[in-house]
């Protein structure tokens, strides 16, 4: 069955440095998404990503955050100037249809020292 | 603002028992989703239904939109059942919502002793 696919799984960086979060999402599938999830709380929506531009973003993602679909099959999030509190795990997570299952990755646990 | 809120927080079981979770939110909203996610991180899929009830193997996941709750039943539970499951609704459009980004609830962790 295809997969989301998530690297690194792990990504250790200094505060201040600017961090890509890769996934490839599922081939046919035309909505992204990227979520996180702060250890020991709630999953929480950052971006949605439609048609080669974003459709929505949260609070969260602020004009630190940006993200990109370079080629046919890459979609990352990248940080730019990363701080203690972007430690989290990130989710990326694509869809056929914005009303059907999303499919999520194994996600890239991000810490900032 | 939509809350989606999760009961039991935290629930053990015996090897064997029938679990039920509980999930309720506050506003309308266009499907609900159940999620497991496994303890090293990643997060599964198990349903999304936006009226009455799906069974798949031994789960089976019920709504009712006008209680505005839902609920995950797990039969015969088994520790490889262990892991935290999570209830996400996604609000329609015209309530403030978009293109399918969900909201979360915070997880009921579930541990299946033998």
């Known amino acids: 069955e295809p997969e989301v696919t998530q690297t690194p799984s792990h990504q250790v960086t200094q505060m201040g440095q600017e961090v890509i979060l890769r996934c490839v999402p599922i081939?046919?599938?035309?909505?992204f998404y990227w979520y996180r999830q702060i250890l020991g709380q709630k999953v929480e929506f950052l971006v949605s990503f439609y048609n080669n531009e974003i459709s929505e973003k949260s609070e969260i993602f602020d004009d630190q955050f940006s993200v990109e679909r370079p080629d046919g099959s890459n979609f990352t999030l990248k940080i730019r100037s990363t701080k203690l509190e972007d430690s989290a795990m990130y989710f990326c997570a694509s869809t056929t249809y914005y009303n059907q299952p999303q499919h999520f990755g194994d996600g890239t646990r991000l810490s900032i020292l | 603002k939509n809350e989606v809120e999760q009961s039991p927080q935290n629930l053990t079981a015996q090897e064997g028992e029938f679990i039920t979770i509980n999930c309720s939110y506050s506003?309308?909203?266009?499907?609900l989703h159940w999620l497991q996610q496994h303890p090293g991180g990643g997060i599964v899929s198990l349903f999304m239904l936006s009226s009455g009830k799906k069974k798949h193997g031994r789960l089976i996941a019920t709504i009712n939109i006008q209680e505005k709750h839902s609920s995950l039943h797990i039969t015969a539970s088994h520790p490889r059942d262990s892991a935290v499951y999570i209830c996400?609704?996604?609000?329609?459009?015209?309530?403030?919502?978009?293109?399918?980004?969900?909201?979360f609830g915070k997880g009921t962790k579930l541990s299946v002793k033998p």
């Open positions: 506003v309308g909203i266009s499907a």
């Open positions: 996400a609704v996604r609000v329609p459009m015209n309530y403030g919502g978009s293109q399918g980004n969900l909201i």
């Open positions: 081939s046919n599938h035309l909505y």
